[in-house]
C-alpha cells in the first residue's frame, strides 16, 4: 500500500514562480527521498533527507522534513519550463534497509 | 553499463500469451528491485533481490507472475497467462546494496505493457 501523499495532485504554475509539493506519512521513517518522473517513464533521484536532518539543499532544490508532523517539502525556485514533471516523495521505513514507500506523486506544470 | 537498462521498452500482448521482460542494472549493483505502475500512481512494488536471491517478493501479486536473477546481475520478469489488468508500466531499479548503505535508487526507463 502507498503511505505516503503528495499534495497536491497537480500544480499549474508560471515559469520563473517558485513551486512547493508537499508529502506527509504515517509511519517513522529513516529518510525521506524525492524523485522525478518526466512522461511516465524512469525515475530520477533528486534528493535525500535523513530523519535527523530538517533542511536540505541542492541547486534550486529546497526540501524541508519535520519529523513531528510526518511531513516534507520539496520547493522549486526559479521553475524553468523543463521542470515540468511529476515528483515523488518515497519514504524508507525505519525498519526495512530495502523497502521504500511511495505516494501517488504530484504533478507539475510550468507554463512558458 | 551507465545507466538500468530495461527491455522491451514496449510490448503490446494479446490476453493470455506469456510475456517476459529484462533488466540490466549498474555494473556492480547487488540490490535490484522490480515496481509496477499505473498511470496516475506511484510505483507499486512486486521485488526484491539481493544477488540472486529474492530477498522479498511479498508485491507479486499472484503466481502468474515471477521473477529471475540466477547471476545476479540481469534480471527477468515472467508473467504468465497475462490479463488486461497487466497492462502498467513496469520499472526496474538497482542499487549499490541495501538501502541502508546507499540511499538512493537507480530506475530505468521502464518497460510499458499493454494487454489486449
Known amino acids: 500500500s502507498q503511505q505516503g501523499e503528495e499534495d497536491p495532485q497537480a500544480l499549474s504554475i508560471q515559469e520563473g514562480e517558485n513551486a512547493t509539493m508537499n508529502c506527509s506519512y504515517k509511519t517513522s521513517i529513516n529518510n525521506l527521498q524525492w524523485y522525478r518522473q518526466n512522461s511516465g517513464r524512469g525515475l530520477v533521484h533528486l534528493i535525500l533527507?535523513?530523519?535527523n536532518e530538517r533542511e536540505k539543499h541542492s541547486g534550486r532544490l529546497r526540501v524541508t522534513l519535520d519529523t513531528s508532523k510526518k511531513s516534507s517539502s520539496l520547493l522549486i525556485t526559479a521553475s524553468r519550463a523543463a521542470d515540468t514533471a511529476s515528483y515523488f516523495c518515497a519514504l524508507r521505513h525505519m525498519d526495512s534497509n530495502y523497502q521504500l514507500i511511495w505516494g501517488a506523486g504530484t504533478k507539475l506544470i510550468i507554463k512558458p | 553499463g551507465a545507466g538500468v537498462s530495461q527491455t522491451p521498452s514496449n510490448k503490446v500482448t494479446e490476453k493470455g500469451k506469456y510475456v517476459e521482460l529484462r533488466c540490466d542494472p549498474i555494473?556492480?549493483?547487488?540490490?535490484l528491485y522490480w515496481y509496477r505502475q499505473s498511470l496516475g500512481q506511484g510505483p507499486e512494488f512486486l521485488i526484491y533481490?539481493?544477488?540472486?536471491?529474492?530477498?522479498?517478493d511479498s508485491g507479486l501479486p499472484n503466481d502468474r507472475f515471477f521473477a529471475v536473477r540466477p547471476e545476479g546481475s540481469v534480471s527477468t520478469l515472467k508473467i504468465q497467462r497475462t490479463e488486461r489488468g497487466d497492462s502498467a508500466v513496469y520499472l526496474c531499479a538497482s542499487s549499490l546494496g541495501p538501502l541502508a548503505n546507499t540511499g538512493e535508487l537507480f530506475f530505468g526507463e521502464g518497460s510499458r505493457l499493454t494487454v489486449l
Open positions: 533481490f539481493q544477488g540472486t536471491g529474492a530477498a522479498d
Open positions: 555494473s556492480g549493483h547487488t540490490a
Open positions: 533527507i535523513r530523519s
